[in-house]
């Protein structure tokens, strides 16, 4: 298992344009109020189970947890997956990021986060040694099509979703890619892009994963980890939390628990993310209480590029930054 490291000019304000993102986080105040007012489901840690747990972060009218455990910090009162389907698939929040926001920032988000992606998937792809035939891929849970129009490019990749959690008459051309949850599909990789943040039941999910892929098949997640840099420093004040798009945010320790569970080996597993201090520095500039330290580190020192550069290196090289991802195989 390897931590990679990776840099780009990635800012976060590319791909959530402030006054957008802005009325966007009102309009989805107001869906996950109407949310959370229903009846939830009681759930322990969705990494390691544990039952053991303390009170973290009020976010949105939803309550989050830190397992005493492995430190997955989740929303324990959670909806039900037929209820988030619906809530994705219908809240006027989420159509409007996929009506707006996505269109505007198309462009950045394409090169910025889609082609890296599509650059990761397609270099584990080719060791898989699958020749004569196109390789069968599905997304599971999609919150968007951006990713599958991206990798739908290579001629060489047959893209199918399963249980895509958006209005497909949004992009008509999806809704021909669809494969049922309960069907019997084989594939040669399963793709959960963030898609374990917002899913009721994360191992489930990743069980799904392993019973759908063909011997040797990969899985490939991405994820918002809460034992990144800025997770951890901002604490209760990190936008990372975001119920109902982020209810899970496991530990890198979580993350690993669950793969063990649910059958697959680790072939990476990385934290390529670069915003960590960036994000550290708007959170203490919106009022978030920080060590002094961090403080030092985020007012001063990340005035050098250079140290910028350095200790987003250092966080990446040892799975301390937010941004996780991780390949898994079946073996
Ligand atoms: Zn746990």
Redesign the pocket.
């Known amino acids: 298992m390897e931590f990679s490291t990776f840099h780009s000019d990635l800012a976060g304000t590319d791909i959530k344009p402030n006054a957008l993102l802005g009325k966007y986080l009102n309009m989805l105040e107001a869906d996950a109020k109407a949310l959370a007012g229903e009846t939830m489901k009681s759930v322990d840690?969705p990494?390691?189970g544990?039952s053991q747990k303390q009170a973290y972060a009020a976010k949105m009218s939803f309550e989050f947890a830190k397992?005493g455990?492995?430190a997955?910090v989740y929303v324990p009162k959670r909806p039900s997956q037929d209820r988030l389907l619906r809530f994705f698939k219908d809240s006027a929040a989420r159509r409007f990021w996929l009506q707006d926001i996505w269109k505007e920032t198309a462009s950045v988000r394409h090169e910025k986060i889609l082609e890296p992606l599509k650059d990761w998937v397609e270099t584990f792809l080719a060791e898989t040694g699958v020749v004569g035939r196109p390789l069968r891929v599905v997304e599971l849970d999609a919150a968007s099509w951006g990713f599958w129009e991206t990798l739908k490019e290579n001629p060489r990749l047959q893209m199918r979703f399963v249980e895509p959690m958006f209005d497909l008459s949004l992009q008509p051309s999806c809704e021909g890619a669809v494969d049922l949850l309960d069907s019997a599909g084989i594939y040669d990789a399963v793709c959960l892009i963030e898609a374990l943040g917002r899913v009721e039941n994360p191992l489930a999910t990743l069980q799904w994963a392993s019973q759908h892929l063909a011997k040797g098949g990969l899985c490939f997640i991405t994820t918002t980890l809460s034992t990144g840099f800025d997770v951890l420093t901002l604490g209760a004040a990190s936008e990372a939390m975001l119920p109902p798009e982020r209810l899970s945010l496991l530990s890198i320790e979580?993350m690993k628990i669950l793969a063990a569970k649910a059958g697959l080996e680790v072939v990476e597993l990385s934290t390529p993310g670069v915003l960590d201090l960036q994000n550290v520095l708007r959170g203490h500039r919106a009022g978030a209480e920080i060590p002094p330290f961090a403080k030092y580190l985020v007012e001063t020192r990340a005035q050098d590029p250079r140290f910028t550069y350095d200790f987003q290196t250092f966080l990446q090289s040892h799975g301390l930054s937010s941004q996780g991802r991780a390949v898994l195989r079946k073996a």
């Open positions: 840690c990494a390691c544990s397992c455990s492995c997955t979580g």
